[in-house]
């Protein structure tokens, strides 16, 4: 006779905890889940990382992806950057200028 039922073969079994914020899938996040991110990023990077190349201290106002989502990048942390308003339209101006050369 055996000593406990099959069912309960192996005991209670869990996965290790993970958090949410890591191993997501690639594409962007939006909603509640992409506001909570670039508060963290903002909340990492209080100052545009591209004036600080220069020594200007300027405060964050855009989380950028580094490498341009529509050009495969990831919507990962390490993907992302505090910029500026004005660091981040010269950073765009210059992507789309690259795409329209590779068209
Ligand atoms: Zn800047």
């Known amino acids: 006779m055996p000593s406990q039922p099959p069912s309960l073969r192996g005991g209670p079994q869990r996965k290790a905890w993970t958090s949410p914020n ?4 690639t594409p962007r996040k939006r909603g509640r889940a992409g506001q909570r991110d670039r508060a ?8 545009c990382r591209e004036c600080l190349k ?14 341009p989502l529509a050009w ?3 919507d990962e942390r390490s993907n992302k950057q ?7 339209d ?7 200028e690259i795409d ?3 068209r």
């Open 22 to 25: 890591r191993l997501k899938p």
């Open 40 to 47: 963290q990023v903002i909340a990492e990077e209080p100052l």
């Open 54 to 67: 220069h020594g200007r201290p300027t405060a964050t106002a855009i989380v950028d992806h580094i490498k």
């Open 72 to 74: 495969g990048g990831s």
């Open 82 to 88: 505090g910029l500026c308003v004005p660091c981040h």
């Open 90 to 96: 010269a950073k765009s101006k210059a992507e789309r």
């Open 100 to 102: 329209r050369q590779n």
